[in-house]
């Protein structure tokens, strides 16, 4: 075996792009020989897609996939080394369990007494000892998973892909395989790649977690650094519960948010815009004098293990788990520790996009119209008498060759119920949302491929069909050379 | 009296009876008795040793099966390709496929002829191939739809999981697609092979004046032989119901699976 190749496999700048008008856009990640790495995400993030491309079902439109320092993005799934413990299982109905865990070994042309003595040793792995001849649609979910699994672990592949393989078990059975899978992990060596949605699984079992949303690498860590140090709001809201607010630095290593003044331990400099994240764990109750910031207790509920306590401090809403409960109404204090605090640099997240002059002159959307002045925009123009716009020699512009881009900030917009009513200049469905402390931000996809990040203070559910209004002296303008 | 659920299967129940039971009953009657009344197996007897009616059978067998064969050949890579391609207009390519079941048997035949007789020039001189075409056209979309559907049906990622395994496109098809397929092949072939023992018209229209089983079972019956045509019947009900049974295990598993059948 080469030394040379630390990393089993290496995916290189891989794009993919469907003709749905999804995407995955220039991924890389590298996986080391022997590594539990999961990929993280909600549906519809690209996880799969990765997968599938390592497998082979897939082919990148773009990129290299380096096994073992050689490129396998083009080789057909029977040409490489890796197996699929798939979804859904996919084991063949029509032949017995022996026949499913040796099909990949008959593929290879093995000797009959070596297949028959590979089966029997993987089924001791499963725990399924004396299952050959039982047919697949005698076992239960749990004992198919298991089949599963060995079907692709007896052909000793180089690297075994896992897609979501514990979703159709029930928790407890979930919560079985979760700790045989690591067993087997840590016995045979092999490099796992584990696709998941669940972040529990991911933090209980992996030695690295990618986390992935929309097609883009979020954050890669282990499972530590993405819990203590999310690198962005999305991370931090999907692994774990979190306090997410905006705020800003006020000096050295001292932060304002939520209505308070807190010490942390990140250097940033003063003045930046941030978004801090606390952990509900992270924050202690006290008396209102003590508390660097104050509020009155909204909601106490019983978790079991800790108490669920979410306080209302002005127009922030602060969740806190404590193993010491609150009652309803009382104010309260809250403090934190420095190391509580994770601040991240706050994303930009103006909402840019092109708008399109039309043949009249005049500039339009979704095909309707924005009343603003072109000539002021567009410098040294003026109108002629058929009210088009003409430059300093009079010559009238040309529509295509005029790009203009427009920019609103996501609290400038407003979502509607009404997706007909005039002023609503687009149409989209909720996409994702995050809960901001006092405000929501929501992602609007809408249909002409553009989304759109709206900050608004009610709840609006995800998938809701809403139109956006835009005022038109909230939106800057400007020209695209 | 009080209304039950059996209530209900009561108009069944009747229907099998005057329909099926019944004529069952006179059938086996009439094959076993001669003119008078009496119990005999000389019909029985005459079938097997008569050379024409066993001439008919195997003639029958011999177009049964060709066409099946070609209806076969023919379906399978058609099913196979409209069920696995992208193709968005898929549904209007299978209605072409079924479209000619709507239209009247005897004008296709008739417009069937036609064609024939421009390429062949009389039709007298092909009447075995003329016959086997002429049931393949008839039965073709039998054959097609069962098979397209557990085609359909399959699950995706087991073509995934052999390829995943290393099986290369042939070998996935050998040995996952085409053995899950069986039970729509098995459909297909019930449907189309018992239907092309007795489908006399089709051979009288095309001008093939050699006997199948079901030309034989009328002659006899214009001939007021009822004893003799009886008994054809029965050994042809008793054909059909040995390679009913044959299939019978792949029909059962089928009827869990979801079944092929239209």
Not at chain 1, 8 to 26: M, R, V, W
Not at chain 1, 285 to 303: L, Y
Not at chain 2, 102 to 122: C, P, Q, Y
Request: charged letters at 20%; glycine letters at 8%; hydrophobic letters at 45%.
């Amino acid at each position: 075996m080469e030394t040379a190749h630390e990393n089993i496999i290496e995916l290189k700048h891989i794009s993919k792009i469907f003709d749905d008008g999804f995407s995955l856009l220039d991924f890389n990640l590298e996986v080391k020989r022997g590594e539990f790495v999961t990929i993280l995400g909600p549906s519809g993030c690209g996880k799969t897609t990765t997968l599938r491309m390592i497998a082979g079902f897939d082919l990148p439109t773009e990129g290299d996939i380096l096994l073992n320092g050689k490129d396998i993005s083009q080789l057909p799934p029977n040409m490489r080394p890796v197996n699929t413990v798939f979804q859904r299982y996919a084991l063949f109905p029509h032949m017995n369990i022996f026949d499913n865990i040796a099909f990949g070994l008959k593929q290879k042309k093995m000797a009959k007494d070596e297949i028959r003595k590979k089966v029997k040793k993987v089924l001791e792995l499963v725990d399924l000892e004396g299952f050959e001849k039982r047919s697949i649609s005698t076992l239960s979910g749990g004992q198919q998973q298991r089949v599963a699994i060995a079907r692709a672990l007896v052909n000793e592949p180089e690297i075994l892909l896992l897609d979501e393989p514990l979703g159709a078990l029930d928790l407890k059975m979930r919560k079985e395989m979760q700790i045989e899978l690591k067993a087997m992990h840590d016995e045979l060596g092999i490099t796992f790649i584990y696709v998941t949605h669940d972040q529990e699984e991911a933090l209980t079992m992996s030695d690295k977690i990618v986390v992935m949303s929309k097609g883009k690498i979020q954050q890669i860590g282990t499972p530590e650094d993405i819990y203590n140090e999310p690198q962005n709001a999305f991370v931090a809201d999907f692994i774990g519960e979190s306090n997410i607010f905006n705020g800003i630095m006020t000096g050295p290593m001292k932060a304002r948010f939520a209505g308070g003044q807190f010490q942390c331990v990140d250097d940033v400099p003063e003045g930046t815009q941030i978004t801090a994240v606390i952990r509900p764990e992270d924050i202690t109750i006290t008396t209102p004098a003590e508390g660097q910031i104050r509020g009155r207790v909204s909601s106490v509920i019983f978790k079991g293990m800790h108490y669920e306590i979410t306080v209302q401090s002005g127009r922030y809403e602060v969740v806190i788990q404590s193993t010491r409960s609150a009652t309803v109404g009382d104010l309260v204090g809250m403090t934190v520790e420095p190391d509580g605090i994770h601040i991240m640099i706050a994303e930009d997240h103006t909402n840019v996009f092109p708008v399109d002059m039309n043949r009249d002159h005049k500039l339009e959307f979704n095909g309707k119209k924005l009343r603003t002045s072109l000539t002021q925009l567009i410098k040294g123009t003026r109108r002629n008498e058929d009210n088009m716009l003409v430059n300093e020699n009079g010559e009238v512009l040309d529509p295509e060759k005029i790009h203009i881009i427009a920019a609103i900030e996501p609290m400038d917009i407003r979502m509607t119920d009404d997706v007909d009513a005039e002023d609503v200049l687009i149409e989209g469905t909720i996409s994702n949302l995050i809960y901001k402390g006092d405000h929501y931000s929501y992602v609007i996809n809408t249909e002409l491929g553009q989304d759109f990040i709206v900050d608004d203070e009610y709840l609006w559910n995800l998938g809701d069909q809403i139109g956006l209004i835009l005022p038109i002296e909230k939106i800057r303008f400007s020209l695209k050379k | 009296m009080k209304f039950s659920r059996k209530t209900l299967g009561i108009p069944y129940a009747l229907f099998l009876l005057l329909f099926v039971v019944i004529p069952l009953i006179v059938l086996f009657y009439y094959a076993f008795t001669n003119g008078q009344g009496q119990f005999t197996l000389k019909n029985l007897i005459g079938f097997f040793t008569d050379p024409n009616t066993l001439g008919t059978l195997f003639y029958s067998l011999l177009i049964a099966i060709c066409t099946t064969l070609v209806c076969l050949l023919i379906a399978y890579p058609v099913a196979y390709i409209l069920a696995t391609s992208k193709l968005k207009k898929k549904a209007v390519i299978i209605m072409l496929f079924v479209m000619p079941m709507w239209i009247n048997f005897s004008l296709r035949i008739t417009a069937l002829k036609e064609i024939l007789t421009l390429i062949e020039g009389n039709l007298a001189y092909h009447p075995f191939l003329n016959s086997v075409i002429g049931m393949t056209y008839d039965f073709l979309p039998f054959m097609i739809l069962p098979i397209y559907n557990t085609i359909a049906k399959l699950d995706p990622f087991l073509i995934e999981a052999a390829r995943d395994l290393g099986a290369d496109e042939r070998k996935a098809f050998l040995h996952v697609t085409l053995p899950l397929s069986v039970p729509g092949i098995v459909s297909g072939i019930s449907m189309v092979f018992l239907p092309a023992m007795t489908n006399y018209v089709v051979l009288d229209m095309l001008y093939n004046s050699t006997y199948i089983m079901g030309s034989l079972i009328g002659s006899y019956f214009s001939a007021y032989n009822w004893h003799g045509g009886s008994m054809i019947a029965l050994v042809l009900l008793g054909i059909i119901c040995v390679f009913t049974l044959l299939m019978g295990g792949q029909n059962e598993e089928d009827a869990r699976t979801g079944g092929a059948v239209l």
